[in-house]
């Protein structure tokens, strides 16, 4: 019954190579979010999205960059992948007559 | 700057007991407070909600607690099981529909033991 996927679940990659994650969602919610956990941290809000192309920045944001070009689907990149970018990486959705957000599974992301 | 604090990394019950959570936040402007329930590897879910015009909100065996002028909630859990077990979030936001900011906790880790 997954309204929104993330792929993908777990990537290792290469200081200094483009890393994309997906999040795909089909409850055609209107609003978007890429947050990161890390311990100590809790979750951060990296980038967000409030419609098709109106993207804008979070909280933790150097480094990443987002483009949503459909409802569905929500692309956070990395442009030059660090180490200071292993994380676990959650997409969530929100709606506008519900609070609160639902979450994706998240992509474990370690950057060797 | 942490707008949302949880000061217990971790917090140890027996099951059948209460198990307390709690929460601090520094922004006045919060009106909308949830809890999040995360198991490993699995993404949050959502486990309760509290408008900053109630001060309590029950939903079965979990209530949440909201003290506007400490800047303070809670979420009880009674009486806890061993299921329980997980890292709960705290978040608060500037209104409860709509396009929301979640600000988040650092996440208590909780263990249920039998």
């Known amino acids: 019954d997954a309204g929104i996927t993330q792929s993908p679940r777990h990537k290792v990659t290469e200081t200094g190579t483009p890393v994309t994650l997906r999040c795909h969602q089909t409850e055609n919610h209107r609003y978007m979010y890429w947050y990161r956990q890390d311990p100590g941290h809790g979750l951060r809000l990296i980038h967000y999205s409030y419609g098709v192309k109106d993207t804008d920045k979070g909280e933790v944001s150097d480094g990443y960059s987002v483009s949503r070009s459909k409802t569905e689907d929500f692309l956070l990149t990395l442009e030059s992948a660090t180490s200071s970018q292993t994380s676990v990486y959650f997409c969530a959705i929100s709606g506008i007559d519900v609070g609160g957000y639902t979450f994706g599974s998240g992509t474990r992301l370690t950057v060797v | 700057d942490q707008q949302v604090k949880q000061n217990s990394p971790s917090l140890s019950v027996q099951e059948g007991r209460i198990s307390i959570l709690n929460c601090d936040y520094t922004n006045s402007m919060f009106d909308y407070f949830l809890w999040y329930k995360k198991y490993p590897a699995e993404g949050p879910t959502f486990l309760i909600s509290?408008?900053?015009?109630?001060d309590k909100n029950e939903d079965g065996r979990f209530t949440v607690f909201l003290n506007k002028s400490a800047k303070h909630l809670s979420l009880h859990i009674v009486p806890s099981q061993p299921g329980d077990s997980a890292v709960y979030f705290c978040a608060a936001s500037e209104g409860n529909t709509g396009f929301q900011k979640l600000v988040f906790g650092t996440g208590t880790r909780l263990l249920v033991s039998p």
């Open positions: 509290i408008s900053s015009i109630k």
